[in-house]
């Protein structure tokens, strides 16, 4: 048993009107609204291939399909088998067709370059279209891989929607990514061509692209036939002849290229998870149950239609600018915004109030990190006061897991509903959200609130046995996994099977720990691999996380479990305070230990806490707890190619110094 867990749900867990920010009636559900949610979502679970081929009637097919669910080929299931469709035609072609062509289809705003861009539907189908004509004039075709290495600019989606439309497969590698991981990934994915950028731009520099680029090819065993380049203003590089090709003279030369139908389970990209060491991990994903899983749930969860204007603050080189910057909000017909900035910085924390009042956004999802960053910079909110948000009605979290302080502070300021939702880059949209779309449910802090329609969670022992409500096990999905779910791993059928359902016979394993209350809300509380045991106690960091964030002075935190001697492993604490605090540190660290012994207890053994200034990230914001707790234990650990900042390490290795870790342990 988890006995943080458990504490961690007497603390957070609650449904009490006093804890809901006053949201007015249009929030609050209805009984019909409840009885379509538990409709919806018993169906989808007792009844998968009716309810998902009700959705699947909103995606324009050129084939439709007569078979929902094969599960012989594969234990998750593959959806909508004998169906052909293309997934840039229902971004983007079928919306003209209905005559909403001259609507917004993409906002693109840089406050890094102090560009602002808007394109049609219909200029934006143009556009991808003379970009997959001159793709398919170099030669790439149905089934060709297409290495995508870009800044937030609109040609990264340009050249994501060509290859869908000629049936390539695209692989996006975050933009700046070390020249050593992109060639991993190219040996790996063997590309045809790869579009690239001759520089992205951060808040006060210029990083060249093509460098990396060039220093990659030049490592990887595979060489690409051609790169094409978009040559940015504020640097150009010099191209190499023969090899690489200008993006303008490539789309003024081209033949615009019609859609080519595909077969549902025919792939549609290739998105390798951050973080990964050794041989990459190329998640796969389909065109048919990703187009009908994604279309679905901009309704349904997001609670947006055709013509609502919808932010994800993210990275196009992330799954959650795959599904949410790019695809989802294009196949429901809405606007997106591609956001080339940060959270502050660019130029103030009140960057985001600033897009969400000039582009009159509906739904807004971003990280829990870029608001314990806003939050820092300007903890009473008072950039919010600046602008016009009249049109913003639902804020969503995702990405790591969303603390209790974080929500509540935000729930607070905007007086709007905070949706923490819990997904993957395997799965591709929401195991477990608050589906808005069919009337909210109460807000617990801490709790993605209840499974998604088509996934059935269970939490599990480590014999696969369903533990009770309130105790922390492994969450599992029940199979087949609903549609938009990963296909496979790139050329990699045995590890993908090994890696997700093995463990769990008949479960898809998400390798996150946590456990549901008894009206079924999901708590995910980390990792399964952040699970530290402190002498023979199976205590979760994540439930003394959210312990620490509570306290007044901090921003956010990491927990990490270190090796000892006596114990085993025991917690540690890292810190980041609010801006404007001045207390004395020792008296806020004391006061942090105090807080877990007094709500989880001395069992937690919660002893040792430094501040820090920052906490090391990923790019997409997840914080490298692995990373650190190899610094800690003092052993090698190599810098993980995803990392934002990697100065930030050796400021972290001083404060585990400080606190008798790393090499001053004795």
Request: with cysteine; aromatic share 8%; glycine share 8%.
């Amino acid at each position: 048993m988890f006995i943080a867990a458990l504490v961690r749900a007497e603390i957070f867990e609650s449904s009490n009107p006093a804890t809901q920010p006053n949201l007015g009636k249009r929030y609050q559900m209805r009984k019909d609204e409840l009885s379509e949610f538990e409709n919806a979502y018993t169906e989808s679970i007792k009844e998968p291939e009716k309810f998902w081929f009700t959705a699947a009637q909103e995606i324009d097919w050129f084939k439709t399909p007569t078979k929902t669910l094969d599960i012989s080929a594969a234990p998750h299931g593959h959806w909508f088998v004998d169906g052909e469709l293309n997934t840039c035609f229902n971004a983007l072609d079928r919306h003209i067709n209905a005559g909403r062509g001259e609507n917004a289809a993409l906002i693109y705003d840089s406050p890094v370059t102090s560009t602002l861009k808007t394109f049609s539907f219909r200029e934006l189908r143009d556009q991808v279209a003379l970009c997959a004509g001159g793709l398919t004039e170099l030669g790439v075709g149905r089934g060709d891989r297409v290495i995508i290495y870009m800044p937030m600019i609109p040609e990264t989606i340009i050249a994501m929607l060509a290859c869908a439309r000629i049936g390539a497969i695209h692989g996006v590698v975050f933009g700046g990514f070390a020249s050593a991981e992109l060639a991993v990934r190219i040996d790996d994915a063997r590309p045809k061509a790869i579009v690239s950028a001759s520089c992205g731009i951060e808040v006060n520099k210029v990083i060249p692209y093509m460098p990396l680029l060039n220093d990659a090819i030049e490592i990887a065993n595979h060489k690409p036939s051609n790169v094409i380049v978009v040559q940015r203003s504020e640097l150009e590089s010099t191209l190499k002849e023969g090899r690489d090709l200008d993006w303008n003279d490539v789309l003024d030369n081209a033949t615009p290229a019609e859609c080519v139908p595909l077969k549902s389970t025919d792939p549609l990209y290739i998105l390798y998870t951050s973080g990964t060491t050794g041989l990459p991990k190329g998640v796969v994903r389909d065109n048919g149950g990703h187009a009908v899983a994604l279309n679905y749930s901009m309704k349904a969860i997001y609670n947006v239609e055709a013509g609502d204007v919808y932010w994800a603050a993210s990275d196009v080189g992330w799954v959650v600018g795959h599904s949410y910057i790019v695809y989802g909000p294009l196949l429901r017909g809405c606007t997106t915004v591609l956001y080339e900035g940060k959270p502050v910085g660019t130029p103030d924390a009140g960057a985001f109030w600033r897009v969400i009042s000039d582009h009159k956004v509906k739904s807004f999802f971003t990280a829990p990190t870029a608001f314990r960053a806003i939050k820092k910079e300007d903890p009473d909110a008072s950039f919010i006061k600046k602008y016009d948000l009249s049109h913003f009605e639902l804020l969503f979290l995702a990405g790591e897991r969303t603390d209790p302080d974080t929500l509540e502070w935000a729930q607070e300021k905007l007086q709007r509903p905070v949706i923490d939702h819990w997904w993957q880059t395997e799965t591709g949209w929401s195991i477990a959200a608050n589906c808005a779309g069919y009337g909210l449910h109460p807000i617990k802090p801490g709790s993605p609130t209840l499974p998604a329609p088509g996934w059935q969670i269970d939490v599990l022992d480590e014999r696969s046995k369903p533990l009770p409500n309130g105790e922390v096990g492994a969450l599992c999905g029940k199979l087949p996994m609903p549609p938009g779910s990963m296909l496979t791993l790139w050329e990699a059928p045995e590890r993908f099977i090994e890696s997700y359902f093995a463990e769990f016979p008949g479960y898809y394993k998400t390798a996150d720990a946590g456990y549901l209350d008894d009206e079924g809300y999901v708590f995910v509380m980390s990792r399964t691999d952040d699970i530290i045991n402190v002498a023979g106690h199976r205590l979760s960091t994540g439930g003394m996380e959210e312990v620490l964030s509570s306290h007044s002075d901090v921003a956010e935190c990491a927990v990490i479990g270190v090796s000892d001697p006596l114990k085993g492993q025991v917690p540690v604490g890292l810190l980041v305070l609010k801006l404007g605090v001045e207390r004395k540190h020792s008296e806020i660290v004391d006061e942090c230990i105090q807080l877990v012994r007094e709500k989880i207890g001395p069992v937690a053994s919660f002893k040792k806490a430094a501040i820090v200034s920052s906490l090391p990230k990923t790019r997409s914001g997840k914080i490298l707890r692995g990373t650190m707790q190899k610094i800690a234990d003092n052993e090698d650990y190599k810098i993980p190619a995803t990392i934002e900042d990697a100065s930030v390490l050796g400021k972290i290795d001083l404060a585990f110094q400080g606190v008798g870790l790393s090499n001053s342990r004795g």
